[in-house]
């Protein structure tokens, strides 16, 4: 008896929040978007600016991988990158701060996406909502790191193959789009775990699931990192699919940890 009163008891509770979070419009709920989504640009253009002040340090630490024989007029220049265009220096490092900025905001952009979707969310998401984001800031930087240690084995074996064929003249916009859409894809890989969690989350995959499928996803991922990192070096695919495989066995843990098999709480 006690029992189903107080099962009563949290579906009218239940039923009360539902009609609290209702009760805000479509309007509403736009003009909080559009205040959410101005604040994240504004996080965005902070960090862009503070990335062109320091755009020559920037830069020079993205150069750090590429050879010395990358650019034929750099024993007459000094520089190891050429532009091609009047404005080209120019739309270079506006896109790289760009690019920076977004790396600087992000904290600022997951917590207004947070912030925004937590007031349709069980008390137990929103407790898992802030280390979900620390979690994907880290594994995001993390990514991105790693691909910045990776890069030089794909630019030094891509510089060498064209080296006996062409005469070497890499400009600033060619090699800074590779390293910016390079990194972007380590650290977009590093946040699988997040999405096969989320994705748990909701029903479509589950841990056990994930654990069958093991030796498929592992010989899947190493296949595509093959065909994710340029180049025909050996380093870049193999560290890519020793990072892919662990963060696949980290997903399995991140789904026992925060996905319950019974997610039936209360809302707030």
């Given at each position: 008896?006690?029992?189903?009163?107080?099962?009563?008891?949290?579906?009218?509770?239940?039923?009360?929040?539902?009609e609290?979070?209702s009760?805000?419009?479509l309007?509403?709920?736009?003009?909080?978007?559009?205040?959410?989504?101005?604040k994240?640009?504004?996080?965005?253009?902070?960090?862009?600016?503070?990335?062109?002040?320091?755009?020559?340090?920037?830069?020079n630490?993205?150069?750090?991988?590429?050879?010395?024989?990358?650019?034929?007029?750099?024993?007459?220049?000094?520089?190891?990158l050429?532009?091609s265009?009047?404005?080209?220096?120019?739309?270079?490092e506006?896109?790289?701060s760009?690019?920076?900025?977004?790396?600087?905001?992000?904290?600022?952009?997951?917590?207004?996406?947070w912030?925004?979707?937590?007031?349709?969310?069980?008390?137990?998401?929103?407790?898992?909502?802030?280390?979900?984001?620390?979690?994907?800031?880290?594994?995001?930087?993390?990514?991105?790191?790693?691909?910045?240690?990776?890069?030089?084995?794909?630019v030094?074996?891509?510089?060498?193959?064209?080296?006996?064929?062409?005469?070497?003249?890499?400009?600033?916009?060619?090699?800074?789009?590779?390293?910016s859409?390079?990194?972007?894809?380590?650290?977009?890989?590093?946040?699988?775990?997040?999405?096969?969690?989320?994705?748990?989350?909701?029903?479509?995959?589950?841990a056990?699931?994930?654990a069958?499928?093991?030796?498929?996803?592992?010989?899947?991922?190493?296949?595509?990192?093959?065909?994710?990192t340029?180049?025909?070096?050996?380093?870049?695919?193999?560290?890519l699919?020793?990072?892919?495989?662990?963060?696949?066995?980290?997903?399995?843990?991140?789904?026992k940890?925060?996905v319950?098999?019974?997610?039936?709480?209360e809302?707030?």
């Amino acid at each position: 008896m006690a029992t189903t009163k107080m099962t009563s008891s949290t579906l009218n509770n239940n039923h009360h929040d539902e009609e609290e979070l209702s009760t805000m419009s479509l309007v509403e709920h736009l003009e909080e978007l559009r205040w959410r989504i101005f604040k994240s640009l504004g996080a965005i253009v902070v960090g862009a600016i503070i990335a062109f002040v320091f755009r020559d340090q920037i830069m020079n630490f993205l150069q750090a991988p590429l050879p010395d024989q990358a650019n034929f007029l750099q024993s007459k220049t000094g520089h190891k990158l050429v532009t091609s265009g009047l404005t080209e220096g120019l739309t270079v490092e506006l896109i790289l701060s760009g690019v920076t900025g977004c790396i600087i905001a992000l904290p600022v952009i997951l917590y207004q996406a947070w912030a925004f979707i937590a007031p349709g969310l069980y008390r137990h998401e929103k407790r898992n909502a802030v280390p979900f984001i620390f979690i994907g800031i880290i594994l995001f930087l993390a990514g991105v790191s790693l691909g910045y240690v990776v890069l030089r084995f794909p630019v030094e074996w891509l510089i060498a193959f064209q080296s006996s064929s062409f005469t070497q003249l890499v400009t600033a916009d060619s090699y800074f789009k590779f390293v910016s859409i390079f990194m972007l894809v380590f650290g977009l890989i590093f946040e699988l775990p997040l999405v096969l969690t989320f994705l748990a989350r909701v029903g479509i995959v589950t841990a056990a699931g994930l654990a069958r499928k093991r030796a498929v996803a592992h010989i899947s991922m190493w296949t595509v990192s093959t065909f994710l990192t340029p180049g025909a070096d050996i380093y870049s695919p193999i560290i890519l699919g020793i990072a892919m495989s662990c963060l696949y066995e980290l997903t399995i843990i991140f789904i026992k940890i925060f996905v319950k098999p019974d997610p039936e709480v209360e809302r707030v």
